[in-house]
């Protein structure tokens, strides 16, 4: 069954979510001191911790014992602010791997960061790890394994990437126009694979400080994909894109097994109601509700892309425009049902499980504000129920 009303408000608190009042849920979720996207959320113990993107430098905390006291300043970012880093937890540390920035404000480009840095909450600081990353990992999704590794999928070729940055950043446009869309579209017009994106599977061992390649992923390398910790290191890989402006409908399972890695492919995430045709989402928000379910919510794309991938014409996303969806999806016995919509279409925030369902965290509007709004959705198998 297709439901396709709004989401019910506040009204519908945490009491009335499957499992009754829980210590770790609050009846309003106070919003973030800045907009926030491109960034990074993990829950470590009974806090949530916030921040980088969009917030630059900066770490926000909330104590889910006392939500009401709202976000409070952590220690800064140490090395230069990163958007879309990779990241996970071991060990109650929070890893921070690649993203994109510019190394001092005077540079004229952005590059992909090599840099590994670790947030230790005890003590309320950062720590630069010796160790450079294999690879670029813009965009790239963590999962963080039971043995304490930090295993990576995804991320782009940061040779090829900082090349094309500084080129464009470095053409002026009105001066040398020929010059500056043959840059854009050289780089826009290939295919997926001619990216370089990093197809491996990389383990880092905190405790170590190395890295190991766990073998290929057999699909199409993605960056900002959705992932869903479905417990005992098996991860579920939604969406994302296969080259810059170009999304896939794919969903995959991946099972890591010490060095064993497994990938399945699941059934493609469906079109939203409305829609002929299932874009692809980058960057969604992706939880598990009471019930067991996965959700997937929001994410961007261009439509119509897709149809100009299948004509041969690379430069998909050329003349189109960003779309940040509102469809939100359960998967459950191996079947995806829209559940519903969003109040608006967001995209590039964060997502964490909670006892009560999946709180949503900043993300980008479809005027491109990076939104500060926090707010908790769940699925009961019937009614999609929000709590901001």
Same mark, same amino acid.
């Given at each position: 069954?297709?439901?396709?009303?709004?989401?019910?408000?506040?009204?519908?608190?945490?009491?009335?979510?499957?499992? $009754? *009042?829980?210590?770790?849920?609050?009846?309003?979720?106070?919003?973030?001191?800045?907009?926030?996207?491109?960034?990074?959320?993990?829950?470590?113990?009974?806090?949530?911790?916030?921040?980088?993107?969009?917030?630059?430098?900066?770490?926000?905390?909330? &104590?889910?014992?006392?939500?009401?006291?709202?976000?409070?300043?952590?220690?800064?970012?140490?090395?230069?602010?990163?958007?879309?880093?990779?990241?996970?937890?071991? &060990?109650?540390?929070?890893?921070?791997?690649?993203?994109?920035?510019?190394?001092?404000?005077?540079?004229?480009?952005?590059?992909?960061?090599?840099?590994?840095?670790?947030?230790?909450?005890?003590?309320?600081?950062?720590?630069?790890?010796?160790?450079?990353?294999?690879?670029?990992?813009?965009?790239?999704?963590?999962?963080?394994?039971?043995? @304490?590794?930090?295993?990576?999928?995804?991320?782009?070729?940061?040779?090829?990437?900082?090349?094309?940055?500084?080129?464009?950043?470095?053409?002026?446009?009105?001066?040398?126009?020929?010059?500056?869309?043959?840059?854009?579209?050289?780089?826009?017009?290939?295919?997926?694979?001619?990216?370089?994106?990093?197809?491996?599977?990389?383990?880092?061992?905190?405790?170590?400080?190395?890295?190991?390649?766990?073998?290929?992923?057999?699909?199409?390398?993605?960056? $900002?994909?959705?992932?869903?910790?479905? @417990?005992? #290191?098996?991860?579920?890989?939604?969406? @994302?894109?296969?080259?810059?402006?170009?999304?896939?409908?794919?969903?995959?399972?991946?099972?890591?097994?010490?060095?064993?890695?497994?990938?399945?492919?699941?059934?493609?995430?469906?079109?939203?109601?409305?829609?002929? *045709?299932?874009? $692809?989402?980058?960057?969604?928000?992706?939880?598990?509700?009471?019930?067991?379910?996965?959700?997937?919510?929001?994410?961007?794309?261009?439509?119509?892309?897709?149809?100009?991938?299948?004509?041969?014409?690379?430069?998909?996303?050329?003349?189109?425009?960003?779309?940040?969806?509102?469809?939100?999806?359960?998967?459950?016995?191996?079947?995806?049902?829209? *559940?519903?919509?969003? #109040?608006?279409?967001?995209?590039?925030?964060?997502?964490?499980?909670?006892?009560? $369902?999946?709180?949503?965290?900043?993300?980008?509007?479809?005027?491109?504000?990076?939104?500060?709004?926090?707010?908790?959705?769940?699925?009961? @198998?019937?009614?999609?129920?929000?709590?901001?």
């Amino acid at each position: 069954m297709h439901l396709k009303t709004k989401l019910m408000g506040a009204v519908f608190g945490a009491t009335m979510l499957l499992g $009754g *009042v829980s210590p770790t849920l609050a009846d309003t979720w106070p919003d973030l001191p800045v907009g926030l996207k491109n960034g990074i959320a993990v829950k470590i113990g009974n806090q949530i911790f916030a921040g980088l993107g969009t917030a630059g430098n900066a770490l926000y905390a909330l &104590d889910l014992d006392n939500p009401s006291a709202g976000w409070q300043n952590k220690a800064g970012f140490t090395g230069s602010a990163p958007a879309q880093p990779a990241f996970g937890i071991s &060990d109650g540390k929070l890893f921070v791997f690649s993203g994109s920035g510019k190394q001092t404000e005077a540079d004229v480009a952005p590059i992909i960061f090599e840099d590994v840095h670790a947030y230790n909450p005890s003590s309320d600081t950062w720590q630069k790890i010796e160790t450079k990353t294999p690879t670029g990992f813009l965009g790239a999704s963590g999962l963080s394994l039971s043995d @304490g590794r930090i295993a990576i999928v995804g991320g782009y070729n940061k040779e090829l990437f900082d090349k094309y940055l500084l080129e464009v950043l470095t053409t002026d446009k009105a001066a040398e126009p020929e010059k500056w869309n043959k840059i854009v579209g050289d780089y826009m017009g290939m295919e997926p694979a001619d990216y370089l994106w990093n197809k491996q599977v990389w383990a880092f061992d905190p405790a170590k400080a190395t890295w190991a390649d766990l073998g290929e992923n057999p699909y199409n390398p993605n960056t $900002g994909s959705g992932i869903a910790a479905l @417990g005992s #290191d098996n991860f579920m890989v939604i969406n @994302g894109e296969i080259k810059p402006g170009l999304r896939t409908d794919q969903v995959k399972s991946i099972a890591i097994n010490s060095n064993d890695v497994s990938w399945t492919l699941n059934p493609a995430l469906p079109a939203q109601d409305g829609s002929q *045709v299932q874009e $692809g989402l980058a960057a969604p928000y992706v939880g598990m509700a009471t019930n067991g379910a996965v959700l997937v919510a929001g994410g961007a794309n261009f439509p119509g892309a897709r149809a100009k991938a299948d004509r041969g014409e690379w430069f998909a996303h050329e003349g189109l425009s960003k779309t940040r969806a509102d469809g939100v999806f359960a998967f459950q016995n191996d079947t995806w049902t829209q *559940v519903g919509v969003l #109040d608006e279409g967001l995209a590039y925030g964060a997502s964490i499980t909670l006892d009560g $369902g999946v709180l949503f965290i900043g993300g980008e509007d479809n005027q491109g504000n990076a939104r500060s709004d926090v707010f908790l959705l769940d699925w009961d @198998g019937d009614q999609l129920r929000k709590t901001n």
